[in-house]
């Protein structure tokens, strides 16, 4: 598959955006996600949910990433990979939201030669680990990985292998951190300022169509 854009980020003439959605497991990475894709037209694309629906649809590899996925493993980053590229191609936006991935120095590596973007930033949900607990016990969305033993595997893999993700962007002064404990709406309040300043830097509102500059706040 080609590689869609260059360093710069450029398709088509255009910016792609791409914004690191990153988090614990059950910091509301997919919640604060549907809440921006209604305020800011990005496309949510959650790296999980990609592998969920490949297992889904039968493909070879089900069965490896369903297992993976159980022992809250990390699945190979060509695979993750190459869903997400997909995924951008196929969805004719340019603004998107990658929630719940990189999780590891090496699907960082990957992303950024496969498809030579940089994230505009890092979306950070920081959350204590018994909170996330509580809401992954309780969000009963019949989640092969919302069980104790597992989340235990999920926990330990995020502070090994997921955090250093953040450090590295941290350490280029592209984390944007959010107290992720707070209530939903009180978190969309944090998240909102934070895209509204991207916004303003990306695309100045008089380059919006005028029908969408009575939307701005
Ligand atoms: N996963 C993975 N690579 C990714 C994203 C997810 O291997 O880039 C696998 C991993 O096993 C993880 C599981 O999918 O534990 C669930 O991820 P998801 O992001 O859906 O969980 P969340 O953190 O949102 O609860
Ligand atoms: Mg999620």
């Not at 030579?116 to 959350?127: M, R």
């Amino acid at each position: 598959m080609g590689t869609v854009v260059d360093a710069q980020n450029m398709k088509y003439g255009r910016k792609v955006i791409v914004v690191f959605v990153l988090g614990g497991p059950g910091s509301g990475k997919g919640t604060q996600c549907a809440n921006i894709v209604q305020h800011f037209g990005y496309t949510h694309l959650s790296a999980g949910d990609l592998l969920r629906a490949e297992i889904k649809s039968g493909s070879e590899n089900g069965t490896m990433i369903q297992s993976m996925i159980k022992e809250g493993k990390i699945v190979p980053s060509e695979i993750t990979v190459k869903l997400l590229q997909q995924a951008m191609q196929e969805s004719g936006n340019d603004k998107f939201l990658i929630d719940g991935f990189p999780r590891n120095e090496e699907n960082r590596e990957t992303f950024e030669s496969v498809t030579g973007i940089a994230p505009e930033f890092v979306l950070f949900f920081d959350c204590p680990e018994e909170e996330m607990e509580k809401r992954l016990l309780s969000r009963k969305q019949g989640r092969e990985d919302d069980n104790m033993e597992t989340i235990r595997k999920r926990f330990k893999v995020y502070m090994e292998s997921s955090l250093p993700v953040v450090e590295y962007y941290s350490s280029k002064g592209n984390v944007r951190k959010i107290d992720a404990v707070k209530q939903v709406d009180a978190v969309f309040e944090d998240v909102k300022a934070i895209f509204n300043s991207t916004i303003e830097k990306v695309a100045p509102y008089e380059d919006f169509p005028t029908s969408l500059n009575t939307k701005m706040p």
